[in-house]
């Protein structure tokens, strides 16, 4: 059956008739973003192929997921060999390369215990429910956490809760309570926020669906002498920025401290679902019964997890990670010095491009029409997730497409 034709046409007769089958390729799947009526079939590195044969270069990588690029080498032959032996044996039992994976995690960021989850929202959930259970236990049941405004941790209630997305203000509700929220690298404003009922301050250190907005060193390192000073966790959500993404393996070591609670997703799996709680000995108070999933900490995703964290261990990636990045935003700099946009700011491989005006979304569709995936967390701002191993030939391709892309937006608005 072709892409074309009803792809509920199957079994119609034994359809209750009051209820309309769906009539088109897509219409079986739940509405919850607009899609390009395209159908992906292939990817290789920093491409991606359609159900036509058209190849886009990729510069969102799943949000920042691929880490690897699509079908690495390292993660195809970790799925392959670990589905030959053990898929999954429950999350009551060890496996091999779940011990492995967090050895590996303690041993790169100095944290001694590791919870694995499906995503990056499952981590974050999980570090809300850590943080309350020791505020339970140290600190005569404290129970709120300071997040940021504009910030992004998940699409669960608690973590949309914890989220300072302004469109989510009123939806859903009722939230969760407990989560005052203040300004971005506002150091004042966070030690105005502490009361008897808080137990842990949350950020992203780059706010990357706010638009790539960086803390800076000097307000995470007041962060961390200001929790320390209060007997406060200090909870950083590095979903997005760890596993290499900024040039080291976490964004934290950038300032030069350490966080009592980490999270990581995304590029932890290399494009599988995995993610990762990550705490100090010290903070970790679950007991049997309080934290647990079904498929956490499996070892076909773990296996995977090791893999890539081999490879991003091996010497000079990280190295090679940094120079990558300051050659994109250099590039990105000159495109938006032809068309009149803004600078360029975050880190590494995540970088954003200030439009200057809200012309993002045709931006993003004269581009995707041209064969460039990019995105636009905002309006007036374009973000670039691309692979960890992105070729410079690669990033020279972006920024003629990106070029074009501008001036078909500039000619469009000129007619």
Request: aromatic share 6%; charged share 20%.
């Amino acid at each position: 059956m072709s892409l074309s034709q009803d792809s509920a046409a199957q079994d119609s007769s034994a359809q209750d008739p009051s209820v309309a089958a769906p009539s088109g390729p897509f219409d079986a799947l739940m509405t919850i973003t607009d899609r390009p009526p395209v159908v992906f079939v292939e990817g290789r590195g920093s491409w991606l192929r359609d159900q036509n044969g058209k190849d886009y270069l990729d510069f969102v990588q799943g949000w920042a997921v691929n880490c690897l690029g699509h079908s690495p080498e390292p993660v195809v032959r970790a799925l392959t060999a670990q589905a030959a032996k053990l898929i999954n044996c429950s999350p009551a039992f060890y496996n091999e390369p779940m011990v492995r994976l967090a050895g590996l995690i303690a041993r790169h960021s100095g944290l001694e215990r590791t919870f694995f989850a499906n995503s990056g929202a499952e981590a974050n959930e999980g570090a809300i429910k850590l943080a309350r259970k020791w505020g339970a236990l140290h600190r005569g049941g404290a129970f709120e956490i300071i997040t940021m405004d504009h910030a992004f941790h998940g699409r669960t209630l608690a973590t949309m809760s914890a989220s300072g997305k302004p469109q989510w203000e009123k939806l859903f509700e009722p939230k969760v309570a407990g989560f005052p929220k203040v300004d971005l690298n506002d150091l004042d404003a966070v030690a105005a926020a502490i009361t008897d009922k808080t137990v842990a301050v949350m950020l992203e250190p780059i706010q990357g669906e706010a638009g790539v907005l960086p803390a800076t060193v000097e307000f995470l390192r007041g962060l961390r002498e200001l929790t320390r000073q209060k007997n406060l966790l200090l909870i950083l959500d590095e979903v997005q920025t760890g596993i290499g993404r900024t040039g080291k393996f976490f964004a934290f070591e950038h300032a030069g401290i350490t966080p009592d609670i980490l999270t990581l997703g995304k590029g932890l799996g290399g494009g599988v679902p995995l993610a990762a709680l990550v705490a100090r000995e010290e903070v970790c108070c679950f007991a049997a019964g309080d934290q647990g999933g079904t498929y956490n900490g499996n070892p076909l995703m773990t296996a995977v997890g090791c893999a890539v964290m081999e490879e991003i261990a091996k010497p000079g990636f990280l190295a090679e990670v940094a120079e990558t990045g300051l050659y994109l935003a250099a590039a990105l700099e000159a495109v938006g010095r032809r068309h009149g946009c803004g600078g360029v700011r975050g880190q590494g491989l995540l970088l954003a491009l200030d439009l200057k005006r809200d012309i993002g979304a045709r931006v993003v569709a004269r581009a995707f029409a041209r064969g460039l995936l990019i995105n636009a967390p905002r309006p007036n701002t374009l973000r670039m997730m691309p692979a960890l191993n992105v070729s410079r030939g690669e990033i020279d391709h972006m920024c003629r497409v990106l070029d074009a892309a501008l001036a078909d937006c500039a000619s469009a608005s000129a007619a």
